[in-house]
């Protein structure tokens, strides 16, 4: 989703160690799922694998950008590399592969398809890797050691929670721009936002449901088409902020972005420098620092001693999510728009 580096409270975040200071190179990595490295360069220096969804959307450039200089700071090396788009397995596979056979100690992956991917995370761990996912839990948490991951039904609740109380007693006529089939971020979104609407999936008060892909244009595409069906849409559920921009440009072209509530999920600068502008109702921010850095602390660990992160029942380590808006009501714990534009990540355009 798309949600550069994060801003210095990662310091905060991560877990102190006497380590080897060590040059943080430039790394991009490709979009044909081959890797690039940075961090230590010495033979004996920890090497860690990063593969992401993708590399052009900001949300994993601020984690593979944590994830440098994590490892930077603990002597590690860094190999990155990431899917084409949102939803390819196929370069994911050939990345880890790569990896596997370049002697990484420990593999970082946020799955674009929490299933395909098992099998391949599985032999991974034969050969005696450690694996953690980042984001997106793999199906069953199979193939991994541990996950670190926003609560994505808490953000969708969180979402709908703030709608409902914005639309102050008003029946929602809604509109979903979701994410895409099949893929357990969207889903749990998309399920967390219609129970903190308190509203049932398939009912009546649902105008209209699109897919976007996370994506601006085709956010703005579905917020049109859903406008077309039903010009009496009073709020809109977005998988993301990207979508959720989309959304609002739609609504300002049709004259009706004052009396619709509009809200959304991440907490890129982006977003949040929306939702100060008042195109965007409010956002729940997540932590992809966290994410990253806490990962690849483990993987430092695992290839020191053998030690493995103990992981909650939840079968993820959760690493938080925050409602950000200037307008809070029905008692919703918020925090406004200045701190959220001094904690969010992708840099403000």
């Known amino acids: 989703m798309r949600l550069s580096t994060p801003t210095a409270r990662i310091a905060a975040l991560t877990a102190t160690a006497l380590m080897v200071p060590v040059a943080l190179a430039g790394c991009t990595s490709t979009k044909s799922g081959s890797a690039t490295s940075s961090g230590g360069s010495g033979g004996t220096s920890v090497k860690i694998g990063l593969v992401t969804k993708t590399d052009s959307n900001p949300y994993f450039v601020s984690m593979r950008s944590a994830a440098q200089k994590e490892a930077s700071k603990m002597g590690a090396q860094l190999v990155a590399a990431a899917g084409t788009a949102d939803g390819d397995n196929a370069s994911q596979v050939t990345a880890i592969e790569n990896m596997m056979a370049s002697g990484v100690k420990a593999i970082l992956v946020t799955p674009n398809d929490s299933k395909a991917i098992v099998p391949t995370l599985l032999a991974a761990q034969q050969k005696g890797i450690f694996v953690a996912a980042l984001d997106t839990q793999t199906e069953g948490n199979k193939g991994v050691d541990a996950t670190w991951a926003t609560d994505n039904t808490k953000a969708g609740v969180e979402q709908g929670a703030y709608v409902k109380a914005a639309l102050a007693g008003k029946t929602p006529v809604l509109a979903m721009l979701d994410l895409q089939p099949g893929v357990s971020v969207g889903d749990q979104r998309h399920n967390g936002f219609l129970t903190g609407l308190g509203v049932p999936d398939g009912s009546k008060e649902i105008a209209g449901k699109q897919d976007t892909n996370g994506d601006q244009a085709k956010g703005q595409t579905a917020m049109e088409n859903l406008l077309q069906k039903n010009g009496n849409i ?31 999920i991440d907490g890129g600068c982006t977003g949040v420098q929306a939702v100060k502008d008042g195109k965007i109702a409010a956002t729940v921010m997540r932590f992809p620092s966290k994410m990253a850095t806490a990962g690849v602390d483990a993987a430092v660990a695992f290839a020191k001693n053998g030690a493995k992160p103990s992981v909650p029942a939840s079968g993820y380590i959760d690493t938080g999510v925050q409602l950000i808006t200037d307008k809070p009501l029905g008692g919703l714990a918020a925090k406004d728009t200045t701190w959220g534009l001094q904690n969010c990540w992708g840099g403000a355009s």
Do not use: D
């Open 234 to 264: 009073n709020s809109v559920y977005t998988i993301n902020e990207p979508a959720a921009i989309g959304a609002y440009t739609a609504l300002k072209n049709a004259g009706k972005a004052n009396s619709v509530v509009l809200g959304s």
